[in-house]
């Protein structure tokens, strides 16, 4: 560790005598996206200033300039002006798409871009945004800066496990997909960030979609979607390693390479490999993370193909419960914990993109996919009685004495699982319209059981061998498919109408062995959902359109919502699938330097489940059903490149979701901040250096459906700084640069009051070489 600091404090000194570099020559060929065929008299322009140049026949250009620009625009009469932000020099293929009706697909530009297709709220975390503040943080608390949305972390410094909301919704309730690869459980729902170490490093953007939005974002998308996309072809060769340090023990070690074109630019290959360690701010909540990334491309004619395998491991100590409020303020007493839990988990996920144009206006794209999955959560338990598990090996005590009897004990809770599908899409275009018909099968298998020993009782102890002995188990079968159709149709040249239609159906099955006092359930439970959405957007002027927007979702209950399998106290009992409408209406502004978003948002829900923490199990939570609420607010997003060098970002959210039935009608729901704010600026103020700013307000949070505590505001600054030296690259951060303490999460146990505390200020150095 002192030799890599002494490293990086080498190569500052060192490289900071360097002769700056003086001049750039920007390169790279134009494309028709849906022919493929190079584009002519395009105009290439660094925004801003008055250097340009057109391309050739063939498509190439060569733009020179003092340095590497920040961004560059095309422009052409017969197609979207395009915004890229180089890399390198070469910049490889610049696609660009006709006006009329091009694909449904994100513009990543210098300034944020939804859609030209989808009404709904959209945002879009570009690659140069997250490269700005990413660090070792899980996913979650970069995009805590997207308005909206609101994060945690367990361990309060952003590693381990991490949560996010999207208008008050958790992220159980969020279609997560990584290269359209669903990541949520199929039982559960949730999603385990931890499990897929540094995927942000090899991300070209993120995408969010925000509400119920559009079919194309697979069945899970309830509360809103979000994308995370990765690259794996480049334009040439290139071999990185990076390593970075940080406060907690923090360390990162990250190696990847990239062939650049192979087999006559038809074949493209990466690898990545990365190690993340962090002790976390929180004691006996340290995190270790594994992750092999695994990319080939391969583009034949009309069709291409991405192969990716991703496989992580993650092991983690994590505190279940939080900070006591008498202690929330104390330096340190707010730190020190408990040993709760270990979470180990190996993932491995497969998947095959394709693409093939049949022709101008017949295009077919499939996702195939395989995950598989295989872990468990250790804890002790002190006073573990003989009924609850299975304890009674002959069957010499009564039931009441089995629940009286008890000794401590070590338990493992495992799930082996794994599910694959596939989500073909077939589109076809006109001048006018643009239908898209596709769908998701999806086929899901788990093994559940639990496991015993370090046993208090000798006896109990001799007679079980090294964690043989099961208190549990089930299997569950889940079949998940949809099928949609999605019409687009410019119904004059400012005005275009969308209108979704998505068919959904769940079979769930769970067959539990019969294990001491468990009943041994046979389970079956099936859902048919029918989802309705339209839009429309109109082009009041060439920069202003306005946008509006109708959904219907449904979404059916997570597993323990009917069984708690491992309960031999516990019944089988029915949950109620969710139900959501959603209305918003949108305005977007686009100027060539300014992009300006602005939402409004009305949700209705019915039977949604509210989940607490259970103080007495560690791992579980306590689930209560709430007859109907109202997710209500509004946001805004401002995007401004005042100077070629200087980009300036703006969201803010008002949000007012409350309880619109029963014995809370009227209160806030816990958890969710009344109001959020951010201000990032990223600044090249000299050809090699780069500063980055970033501020969050967080309103405050009610604790409890009585409203009666609140988790308290806070205001948070973090700064950073990046130097390109050559082939070295040097970066420092600073998070909560001005030392407040601050909570981001609360829970009330019949009076007690608990608050999950975020870090205090941190560092984190990092140092990459490219070869």
Not at 302 to 329: C, K, P, S, Y
């Amino acid at each position: 560790m002192k030799t890599l600091s002494r490293l990086i404090l080498f190569t500052v000194l060192f490289a900071s005598t360097a002769e700056l570099v003086s001049a750039a020559a920007v390169s790279g060929v134009i494309t028709d996206a849906d022919t493929g065929k190079p584009l002519a008299s395009v105009s290439v322009q660094i925004p801003g200033t008055e250097i340009g140049t057109f391309s050739r026949v063939d498509g190439s250009f060569t733009l020179r300039a003092q340095s590497l620009p920040d961004s560059l625009q095309f422009s052409h009469i017969a197609y979207r002006t395009l915004f890229i932000i180089p890399r390198s020099e070469n910049i490889g293929s610049a696609v660009m798409r006709k006006r009329v009706l091009e694909q449904d697909e994100i513009i990543v530009s210098a300034n944020r871009s939804r859609s030209s297709l989808q009404p709904a709220s959209v945002s879009v975390i570009s690659a140069e945004e997250i490269k700005a503040s990413y660090t070792v943080e899980d996913v979650p608390m970069i995009l805590s800066s997207e308005s909206g949305m609101h994060a945690y972390s367990e361990s309060g410094s952003g590693s381990g496990y991490s949560y996010v909301t999207l208008r008050g919704f958790d992220q159980s309730r969020i279609a997560v997909m990584l290269d359209n690869v669903s990541l949520n459980d199929n039982e559960s729902h949730q999603v385990y960030w931890v499990d897929h170490a540094d995927i942000l490093s090899d991300a070209t953007d993120v995408q969010i979609q925000k509400g119920v939005g559009s079919s194309l974002y697979g069945a899970s998308a309830f509360g809103g979607a979000i994308n995370v996309q990765t690259a794996i072809a480049s334009d040439e060769r290139r071999l990185t390693v990076s390593s970075g340090l940080g406060s907690y023990n923090t360390e990162k070690y990250r190696a990847a390479w990239q062939s650049g074109p192979l087999a006559g630019s038809s074949l493209y290959l990466s690898a990545r490999l990365s190690a993340i360690r962090s002790d976390g701010y929180r004691d006996k909540h340290g995190s270790e993370q594994l992750a092999g990334f695994f990319g080939l491309e391969y583009n034949r004619g009309r069709m291409q193909n991405r192969f990716r395998a991703l496989i992580g491991n993650e092991r983690t100590h994590l505190v279940w419960w939080g900070v006591d409020a008498a202690a929330i303020d104390d330096r340190e007493a707010r730190r020190e914990a408990y040993d709760a839990y270990i979470d180990d988990f190996h993932q491995q996920i497969y998947s095959l993109n394709t693409r093939y144009l049949f022709s101008d206006r017949i295009l077919f794209t499939n996702t195939a996919y395989l995950v598989r999955g295989s872990g468990y959560y250790e804890n002790e338990e002190p006073e573990a009685d003989y009924y609850s598990y299975a304890l009674d090996l002959e069957d010499s005590l009564t039931d009441s004495a089995e629940q009286m009897t008890t000794t401590s004990l070590t338990r493992r809770k495992w799930i082996q699982n794994r599910y694959f599908g596939s989500i073909p899409v077939l589109t076809l275009k006109q001048n006018n319209y643009r239908l898209d018909l596709g769908g998701e099968f999806r086929f899901y298998t788990g093994d559940h059981f639990g496991e015993v020993n370090d046993l208090g009782n000798e006896y109990l102890s001799n007679s079980l061998s090294d964690w043989s002995h099961r208190y549990y188990a089930y299997n569950s079968l889940k079949y998940s498919n949809s099928l949609f159709m999605r019409l687009n149709v410019a119904l004059s040249p400012e005005l275009r109408s969308i209108a979704d239609l998505q068919l959904q159906s769940h079979v769930w099955n769970l067959e539990q062995e019969t294990i001491g006092h468990a009943f041994g359930y046979s389970l079956k439970n099936d859902w048919l959902f029918l989802n309705p959405k339209v839009g429309l957007q109109y082009q009041l002027t060439r920069d202003l359109s306005l946008q509006s927007f109708y959904g219907q979702g449904r979404k059916e209950p997570a597993d323990n919502r009917m069984i708690d399998a491992d309960d031999v106290f516990g019944e089988p009992r029915h949950a109620a699938a969710e139900k959501v409408s959603n209305l918003e209406f949108g305005l977007s502004l686009r100027k060539k330097h300014l992009s300006f978003n602005l939402t409004g948002y009305f949700m209705s829900l019915t039977n949604q489940q509210i989940k607490e923490l259970d103080i007495n199990r560690s791992g579980e939570y306590l689930y209560s059903t709430a007859e109907a609420t109202r997710h209500r607010g509004t946001e805004w997003e401002l995007n401004w490149l005042p100077g070629p060098y200087l980009n300036i970002s703006l969201n803010h959210t008002l949000n007012r979701i409350r309880y619109s039935s029963g014995e809370f009608d009227g209160n806030f729901l816990p958890n969710i901040p009344l109001s959020m704010a951010n201000l990032s600026l990223r600044w090249r103020f000299t050809e090699r250096f780069r500063l980055n700013w970033s501020s969050r307000y967080t309103d405050i949070m009610y604790v409890q459906a009585a409203n009666t505590a609140q988790v308290p505001s806070s205001l948070i600054h973090s700064a950073g700084l990046a130097a390109d030296l050559g082939i070295f690259s040097v970066s420092a951060r600073v998070n909560n640069l001005f030392n407040t303490l601050y909570s981001t999460y609360s829970a009330d146990w019949d009076g007690w009051l608990y608050y999950w505390p975020a870090a205090d200020r941190n560092l984190y150095l990092g140092l990459e070489l490219s070869l």
